[in-house]
């Protein structure tokens, strides 16, 4: 069983750059989120999704997007990449039975 | 207000000790509360789960919430090295995160 998938799990990346986070899940959960994780702030909210077709903002959005074109699929952009945003990227999709959240390995982004 | 407030430690303990990791939030209507463990370059993994006021015993582990104080509480006993990992509270609500305390038991 697979969860959920990330990819890249490493990348830097020049300022400026445009850069997409993959993150795929085979639960057939219905809700996603993507969540940075820094040192001392813990894991904070950027987007979420509660089913396909539909998105919401979370805590820190600005400077991120998100589309959700089907169940499976969650990508998040970053349009123009500013060194800010280096940090460790989680995705995740909950359970609606259980409500328990299923994280991905993460993917760690340097921004240069 | 963060929704969620947690200490973000390092918290070091000899094997063996008891261990409390704390929270507090911010919202009174929250009902579902969750602790999360974090091993290092991995994601959370759900550890405890529990829903308004009370305590959940699962083996060493122990969760408390105290919906009049808007505190929840994990308590380890008998630590284990194993147990060495970052702590995440979790409130249900778009799924708003503590900081985490990183937890270091020494053998």
């Known amino acids: 069983i697979a969860g959920i998938t990330q990819a890249p799990t490493s990348q830097i990346l020049a300022a400026g750059r445009r850069m997409t986070l993959r993150c795929t899940q085979d639960?057939?959960?219905?809700?996603m989120y993507w969540y940075r994780q820094d040192l001392g702030l813990g894991l904070r909210l950027i987007h979420y999704?509660?089913?396909?077709?539909?998105?919401g903002k979370g805590e820190v959005p600005d400077g991120y997007s998100v589309s959700r074109a089907n169940t499976d699929d969650f990508p998040l952009t970053l349009a123009s990449a500013v060194p800010s945003q280096t940090s460790v990227y989680f995705c995740?999709?909950?359970?609606?039975?259980?409500?328990?959240?299923?994280f991905g390995e993460g993917s760690r982004l340097t921004v240069l | 207000q963060k929704e969620v407030e947690q200490d973000p430690g390092p918290l070091s303990v000899p094997e063996g000790a008891i261990v409390s990791l704390n929270c507090t939030y911010s919202?009174?209507?929250?009902?579902?509360f969750m602790w999360y463990r974090q091993y290092s370059r991995k994601g959370p993994e759900l550890l405890m789960y529990?829903?308004?006021?009370g305590n959940k015993e699962d083996g060493r582990f122990t969760a408390q919430v105290d919906k009049s104080s808007k505190y929840i509480s994990l308590f380890i006993r008998d630590s284990q090295p194993s147990d060495s990992a970052t702590y995440l509270c979790a409130v249900l609500n778009k799924f708003y995160f503590g900081s985490g305390t990183k937890l270091n038991v020494k053998p």
């Open positions: 919202n009174s209507a929250f009902q579902y």
């Open positions: 639960m057939r959960h219905n809700a």
């Open positions: 529990t829903y308004s006021s």
């Open positions: 995740a999709s909950s359970d609606e039975s259980t409500g328990e959240l299923f």
């Open positions: 999704s509660n089913t396909a077709g539909t998105t």
